[in-house]
């Protein structure tokens, strides 16, 4: 009887076990926390190599380098204006571009004419190449906002469209059917039941949406800007200031992870609400 008590105590603790550590993780500032150890441990190497010199200051200035030259350009009121029309580009781009890759996806996922029509089309132009866009939308645009925040569109939209088009491709045609049976039909189908069933895919379409767009947008301030952090990186290249150089790619990551974060938080109210 007292091993029947054991074996049962064991298995207890066993099934115990991984909810346990699933309830850990599920922990924001446990998570949080978690998440900071390779960055810091990164950090920590980056100083040690640079105090040993690993590397030349030239290769790889130290994070206090680094530091003190987003301080310089704080100082001369350039660093928050290259962050600032960056961001703007970025959302703006990722915005309309999103909207435009509902649009189409949700048509292109219900239609199958305009899945004919359309689909062969728009996954020929998915697969060119960010930088082959841009000397066409210079000479047809120039080089002032509308190129940039174009480039930023073509990159955001692919993502959105093609998940959203097949998540509603997929939709359980049980629940599309019932629904039908209580009257709705149309955009009012759309929005109630096709819609609210592929929420978690629309949002891994805009979050991979999302990095596109800081994706693009360095390929469009790398070749025609006078602002931004894309131009922050081509500037420090050409003046072989490689502490800039790296300013500008982590604040490109802070700030695609931030954006990130942002739209998760969206995400969860949107499960929430809809799922």
Request: glycine share 16%; net charge positive.
């Given at each position: 009887m007292m091993a029947v008590h054991s074996g049962a105590a064991a298995s207890t603790a066993t099934n115990a076990s991984p909810k346990a550590g699933s309830a850990i993780f599920a922990r924001s500032w446990t998570r949080l926390g978690l998440g900071l150890i390779?960055?810091?441990l990164i950090l920590l190497a980056w100083q040690l190599s640079t105090a040993a010199w690993v590397f030349s200051p030239v290769q790889l200035p130290s994070p206090r380098a680094v530091l003190?030259?987003?301080t310089e350009l704080i100082g001369r009121n350039e660093l928050f204006n290259h962050?600032?029309?960056s961001t703007q580009r970025v959302l703006i781009g990722f915005l309309i571009g999103a909207v435009l890759g509902l649009s189409l996806g949700a048509l292109v996922g219900l239609s199958k004419a305009a899945d004919v029509l359309l689909g062969p089309t728009i996954g020929a132009l998915r697969a060119v190449p960010s930088l082959a866009w841009v000397p066409l939308l210079i000479l047809w645009m120039k080089i002032g906002e509308d190129s940039k925040v174009t480039l930023i569109v073509i990159g955001a939209f692919f993502p959105v469209?093609?998940?959203v088009s097949l998540a509603l491709r997929h939709v359980d045609k049980n629940l599309v059917e019932a629904a039908r049976a209580f009257?709705?039909?149309?955009?009012?189908l759309l929005t109630t039941v096709q819609l609210p069933a592929v929420v978690p895919a629309i949002f891994s379409g805009l979050r991979l949406a999302l990095a596109q767009a800081w994706l693009f947008l360095v390929a469009a301030e790398l070749i025609a800007s006078s602002m931004g952090l894309g131009f922050l990186l081509t500037d420090s290249q050409n003046n072989g200031r490689t502490d800039r150089l790296l300013l500008a790619i982590v604040l490109l990551a802070i700030l695609g992870k931030a954006t990130d974060a942002l739209?998760?938080?969206?995400?969860?109210?949107a499960v929430r609400r809809w799922s």
């Open positions: 390779l960055p810091v003190d030259a987003g962050v600032a029309i469209f093609t998940t009257g709705l039909k149309g955009l009012k739209l998760g938080l969206a995400e969860k109210w």
